[in-house]
């Protein structure tokens, strides 16, 4: 075991030195000159919030994406790193929230297989394998049985799995990509052990994660990015949870977003101590007509199962759901739309979107009663419904008949916005509504969710872009790790103490309560 | 549960299926259990065990090759058109030039399912009907008769050098042997299961893809055309409108019933050699019990069927599969 940059009599050299790391993805630049030293034997937290550019970094260093610009070196050397497996040979190991493996193939020939490709035609040799693979979990203190299949293994075992792979071609940088967030807190503890001992053999980890908790519990320094750019990079000892949110968060709120005016009535929807264990627990709040009611956190708070809970899709195991002040059940989406909710999910492209479909079946898709009175679709009644649709939303197309699949993204948003205003919804559930797409046309998203509101509507839109929520909400709601933690009118939601609702700390650590 | 004792259950169900289907037979028709059924069982299997070989080396990868019976068809009009246009010609030639013929056509499967991107499904669809369609071309929808076929390559199918086996019996098994080989203990073996076990993951692995499809295909092809080989010997014949049709069903029932899922990833060439033996023994009984030709296609297809539905549930090993499949 060779322990780089520990053999000079100089100050421990940089295993990795990333120098003006930039990346742009469809010409909006996501990470600006990066520079980072990172040395032998550190645990190097990095944190930021969501689409701060943490995870491109990460990215870039185990050539999942290639930089626009700057340059990386190894133990001093520039290196280039063009493809997942350049980073392999470099000994860089990406470890993915939940590990890509081979589920029919066994633990001993996932640890192995891509390794020594030169030699195809190679023999496998079953037992050698098996006793290497043998040590290389014992090496770790993971009794598993390497003979059986990969499929059927909990998360926490298959990443143990990656780990012992990244051992198996002697990985010197091993980044973790929020490893922790699939795991109970026993395991949690399994594998910080075993990052442990990767420090003390020398080796250098990345570790990614929101939980301040386990980033002071494990990581020797944090690197804080923002909005694309290496804020701070500091030893976790000289930083408060109160710095470390503050680095997090220090920009000011964009003005862009126009202030909507609301005249705020009765509730139309209210939750009682919704609970689905595993996803949230006991959240309970309301809506009013004509409110904009903002769900902010961070993502895997869920949020979006709350989401799926109040429309049907996973419906909570207890709690109870009022509509305009009755008690309701809705045990499937088509029990929501009955009631006047309509939900807009985040994942456009499995969840909302028949992709192949024309933009106007897409659109009426909701309302087959309307189109099709007797049972048998009527073309023309379907052309004037969506034409009609599609002109208020202003959506750009070619043809109306054209695959939606073919709209740009914020075209498609609008689409669907369109079908379930078609149902006339009286609550709205608007989850991520403008994530990837561009600004002109998140403009005019928010300025039709405020419309929607002014029409007695009641609103609520899920969020991770937290100037969206400040400057779109009448009230934010932040939940944290299953629970609501804050519920903050207006005035009082300011990017700080949003954040300090959304990220999870110990319990012990007082210094920082929610101010709601 | 560990892969080898999936594997070995799958096999050692289908042993008890032919021994439970030859008893059945053998009550009802005391002839069914004797040396020469055995004798016309085996003769039944070498070409479905050959193109068996490569077939499920394509559905480990996670595609399929539809196209088996018309390369098997091809090959064998052009080696028979060799043989028939230059008596003087060794048989080896004729051989040689089937195969190489075969892996032609196979390139061409790969090259249009992994350049193009298409489905294999589609691409062998329709290479099949092409194929054929040349191949009436290239012989003048003409037969070659059985004065044409060398002597020595039809003595193949009925002399024996051990135990008397004939020869193409023990071809056969020894590719099915070297399949073994290759597809359990080389690294390029493996990484065949894991391109199929995981497409997407396997390139990010460090697995060349795209190479070892087209390889697979190669090889099917290439087995295809030994399989033609084979039809010229036991036949004595190479009809451009019978040769091979309908052959790659015919294939893969076995393939399937073997254990190999369709869903890429999974399969043994035992179990494979025992599916091929089990049709083989289901297709010699349904005559020999007067079954009519109609029935035995019935027959045949709920067959498959039903080690579809088996096929599947011993991949998701149940609810519980299903639902670490889904959290995954």
Known sequence: MSAPGSDGPTPPRALISAHGISKQFAGVEVLRDVDLDLYPGEIHALLGENGAGKSTFAKILAGVFRPSRGTLALNGTPVEVPTPIAAQRLGITLIHQEPISFPDLSVAENLVLGRNEDRPLGRVRWGDLKRDADRLMGRLGIGLDVTRPMRGLSIADQQMVEIARALASDARLIIMDEPTAPLTPKEVETLFGIVRQLRAEGRTIIFISHRLEEVRALCDRVTIFRDGNRIATEDIGKLTDGDIIRLMIGREVKGYIPKHKATIGDVALAVKNLTLHGKFEDISFEVRRGEIVGLGGLVGAGRTDVARAIFGVAPAQSGTIFVNGQAVEIKEPADAVNQGLAFVPEDRATAGIFRTLPVEQNITAAVPKTIAPKGIIRRALERTVAGDAVQRLRVRLASIRQPIGELSGGNQQKAILARWLLTDPQILILDEPTRGIDIGVKAEFYEMIGELAASGRAILVISSELPELLALSDRVLVMSEGRLTANLPRGEATDETVMHAAVPRSKSNGNAQVAA | ?328
């Open chain 2, 1 to 328: 549960m560990n892969v080898m004792d999936i594997m070995r259950r799958r096999e050692a169900g289908i042993v008890v299926m032919i021994v439970l289907f030859s008893l059945a037979v053998g009550i009802l028709q005391p002839r069914f259990l004797t040396v020469e059924t055995l004798r016309i069982v085996l003769l039944a299997v070498p070409l479905i065990l050959v193109a068996a070989m490569g077939e499920m080396m394509v559905i480990v990868a996670r595609h399929v090759d539809l196209s088996i019976g018309s390369i098997l068809g091809f090959t064998a009009i052009v080696a028979g058109m060799l043989w028939r246009d230059h008596p003087e010609l060794p048989i080896i030639l004729g051989v040689l030039a089937a195969i190489g013929l075969g892996a032609v056509l196979g390139l061409i499967n790969g090259l249009l399912v992994t350049i193009f991107k298409l489905p294999s499904i589609i691409v062998t669809l329709g290479t099949l009907s092409l194929y054929r369609g040349l191949l009436f071309y290239y012989s003048n929808a003409r037969q070659v008769d059985p004065q044409y076929i060398p002597h020595g390559l039809i003595e193949m199918s009925q002399t024996s050098p051990i135990f008397g086996i004939p020869w193409i019996i023990i071809i056969a098994f020894l590719v099915a042997l070297a399949t073994y080989f290759f597809l359990d203990h080389t690294r390029l073996g493996r990484q065949i299961y894991a391109i199929g076990s995981n497409p997407v993951a396997a390139p990010l692995r460090g697995i060349r893809a795209v190479p070892i499809t087209i390889l697979v295909f190669v090889i099917s092809g290439a087995l295809a055309g030994l399989a033609g080989i084979m039809y010229a010997s036991r036949f004595g014949y190479v009809n451009p409108g019978i040769t091979g049709v309908g052959f790659e069903f015919t294939v893969i029932a076995p393939v399937v019933i073997g254990g190999v899922s369709i869903n890429g990833g999974v399969g043994s060439v035992g179990g494979t050699v025992l599916g091929v033996i089990l049709l083989g023994a289901v297709s010699v009984a349904l005559p020999m019990l007067g079954v009519s030709g109609f029935w035995q296609d019935a027959i045949y297809g709920a067959v498959i069927l039903v080690a579809l539905v088996i096929d599947r549930s011993v991949r998701q090993g149940g609810i519980k599969g299903l639902l670490a499949r889904d959290a995954a």
